[in-house]
């Protein structure tokens, strides 16, 4: 097994020529200060310490002339050639020739797969030709504009000027196609995965994902009680989709904040949404679905707010669904003298068909500004959501950019909304930290980081999983006749995250986030105490009454509640409990207090009126809201269809199914015999009985 830091790094350190590459950049921005403070050095240069990304465009550099081709202009170039192909189909795999006339879905992932295209080798078959003929007009494409794809130049290494050491570079997903090349670096060093050995590294095996996510908490709990620097604990998480909510939900109630350091497409913050529901709204034809999800968005503050809810409020009173094609807009004849609603509603539909129908991406950009200046509280975004919608307005101008490379006209770009989405969703998005909380990583990014403490959450089978898989972008059939067969590095990598940190926890459960499924085969699962992460439940949400135990400490939970109880129940009293607010809390009152009090008795009976034991038995959340609260339900749905019109329905569609039999006519009656009696014989004889 491995160490934190690699002997060949401290043996190289004091060449000033040695520069060291790991498998991402928190890697190495960790390892940089992990060797400052085992060396005891003041500073070192931080170009010294860099990721593979960086490494590979430093050192392999190749011959490139004019300027690189980015995401954008892949996707400009992929929307052209889907649209070529669907006026004139040339592509008979990729796009099948009966789906030519809607290439237009296939832009994205002909735009994924362009950067991946240098490798498509040379054989028969309609699917290899289109992927060649694509790369040709790539290429075309790029030549004739000073372009080229970084991903396509040599593999041949620039007169090295560093004596370089890669770190397990062989647990990179493209380190397949560098091997050869980055192996004869002259003076370089390579420390490969399988200095970490083959055998399984021990893993706490809990019976289900609560149980090893409360483990974790209450063991970083101990360890800032203990003194530990809570900068220097790091969490990896593996499946983050399903395994992170629980995480979060815990580590709140547990009191142990959290700095989750997880992207997420641009196309789910603000602007995204606001684009999307837009787009959604123009496409729906001013549905009343859309326009429910459009303004009933509470993190939008929207200028004309009581005009919003009075228009959702006509369309639910008079069951709007959609204006019919061809037909006078329901909305305009249901909105009568409410001038404010009928003026809102039709400055959406004028802004929204902008936006849908723009015909570039400069006009889309006027159209969006439009939009937000004309309903929008601009003043009252959040600081968060500003960074959001500048971000996607960069986005924008980078289509616009490219467009202008691609010799585009800018008002020649049809579905330039679609296409500007589509690249919000392909575009992730991490905004700057603010918290001080423990980090949280999805796995393995912080593989080879060296924290204080590390965590690793989630090892099970198919939620740990790291691929090379060469040409992906093809079909799999494609790929197995081939012979390209994916290389598995899950394994190594939770090898090395097994030694990236000074102390590191790795642990699995059996009944996951994802449900039951086997260990990770590179972990040998153990009981919790024997790898120093025992979990003792009677430590979570402490309960002095149930558990007979000295409590010393509670749960940040725990104390809002007593606070509030002593707030409330044991305050000066009051009559009504819906006075209260959060600053001035409204308290039971003496005789509620007796009786909530009498009420935590077990002896005795509970006495409720038959009205009461009415409301509590059909729902006894609401007679508490409703009752206590005075928190009545808002309807913001199309709540129309009553039992009547259910009945209607009902019987509409027994009419149709029995209408044959109907026209039929009546079948001759079977006479029943006596061993079988009618089912009316048989309630007759059980009334006279």
């Given amino acids: 097994m491995g160490e934190p830091i690699p002997r060949e790094i401290l043996e190289r350190l004091v060449d000033p020529d040695a520069r060291f590459v790991f498998p991402s950049e928190i890697a190495a921005s960790s390892m940089l200060a992990a060797v400052l403070t085992e060396t005891g050095r003041r500073a070192l ?12 465009s430093e050192v392999f550099a190749g011959d490139a002339r004019g300027r690189p081709s980015s995401k954008a202009i892949r996707s400009i170039f992929a929307r052209v050639l889907a649209a070529s ?69 040599g593999r041949e290494a620039a007169s090295p000027k560093a004596g370089w050491v890669l770190v397990y570079p062989d647990l990179t997903e493209d380190w397949d196609d560098y091997a050869d090349a980055a192996m004869a670096l002259p003076g370089a060093t390579v420390v490969l995965s399988g200095s970490l050995g083959k055998e399984p590294v021990p893993a706490a095996r809990f019976g289900t994902v609560v149980e090893e996510v409360r483990a974790v908490l209450l063991s970083i709990r101990d360890a800032v009680d203990s003194g530990a620097d809570p900068a220097g604990i790091m969490i990896s998480v593996a499946s983050p989709e399903s395994a992170l909510p629980i995480l979060e939900r815990e580590a709140a109630l547990a009191g142990v904040p959290l700095n989750v350091r997880e992207g997420r497409p641009l196309a789910d913050g603000a602007g995204g949404r606001l684009l999307a529901d837009a787009m959604s709204l123009a496409g729906g034809r001013m549905s009343f679905e859309s326009l429910r999800r459009l303004l009933l968005d509470a993190s939008r503050p929207w200028k004309e707010k009581e005009a919003a809810r009075r228009l959702l409020d006509i369309g639910i009173s008079k069951h709007i669904v959609a204006p019919l094609p061809g037909d006078a807009d329901v909305w305009e004849a249901s909105l009568g003298s409410d001038d404010e609603a009928r003026r809102l509603y039709r400055g959406l539909r004028t802004a929204v068909s902008r936006i849908a129908g723009a015909a570039g991406f400069r006009h889309l950009r006027s159209a969006y500004d439009a939009f937000r200046r004309a309903f929008i509280d601009e003043e009252a975004w959040s600081p968060l959501q ?96 081939l012979g390209a067969a994916d290389r598995d590095i899950s394994a190594g990598l939770v090898r090395l995250l097994a030694v990236s940190g000074r102390r590191v926890f790795l642990s699995y459960s059996e009944d996951g986030p994802d449900g039951v499924r086997p260990p990770h085969p590179a972990i040998d699962a153990r009981d919790p105490g024997s790898v120093g992460l025992a979990y003792d439940r009677r430590r979570w949400l402490p309960n002095l009454e149930t558990d007979a135990l000295p409590v010393t400490e509670a749960f940040p939970g725990q104390a809002a509640s007593a606070s509030a109880a002593l707030a409330t129940v044991f305050g000066s009293g009051g009559a009504d409990w819906a006075a209260g607010t959060p600053d001035a809390p409204a308290t039971m009152g003496p005789a509620a207090a007796d009786a909530a009090k009498a009420s935590m008795s077990p002896a005795g009976r509970l006495r409720l009126s038959a009205t009461s034991i009415e409301g509590y038995s059909s729902c006894a959340f609401r007679r508490v809201f409703q009752s206590g609260l005075r928190v009545e339900p808002v309807d913001s749905g199309l709540s129309f269809i009553d039992n009547l019109l259910l009945g209607r329905i009902y019987h509409d569609a027994f009419r149709r199914l029995l209408a044959p039999l109907a026209e039929a006519g009546d079948p001759p009656a079977r006479r029943p015999g006596p061993e079988r009696p009618t089912s009316r014989r048989r309630w007759e004889r059980r009334y006279a009985d």
């Fill in 386 to 481: 500003n960074d959001e919608i500048a971000r996607c307005l960069a986005v924008l101008d980078e289509l616009e950019e490219a467009a202008d490379a691609a010799g585009l006209a800018p008002d020649a770009f049809p579905g330039a909304a679609a296409a500007w989405l589509e690249q919000l969703e392909a575009t992730r998005y991490l905004p700057v930290s603010e918290s001080g909380g423990i980090t949280v990583y999805r796995f393995p990014v912080a593989a080879g980081a060296v924290p204080d403490i590390h965590y690793v959450l989630n090892l099970a089978q198919g939620a740990a999983v790291a691929a090379a898989r060469p040409l992906s972008f093809m079909r799999a059939d494609e790929r197995d006749r």
């Fill in 85 to 153: 192909n669907a006026a004139e189909p040339f592509l008979r795999s990729v796009v099948p020739p009966e789906a030519a006339s809607s290439s237009a879905r296939f832009a994205p992932s002909l735009a994924a797969a362009l950067p991946a295209l240098r490798a498509v080798p040379e054989g028969p078959g309609d699917h290899l030709a289109d992927w060649r003929e694509i790369r040709r007009r790539y290429e075309t494409f790029m030549v004739d504009r000073g372009l080229y794809e970084a991903a396509w130049l």
């Fill in 45 to 56: 240069p931080a170009r010294r310490f860099i990721g593979w990304d960086a490494f590979k």
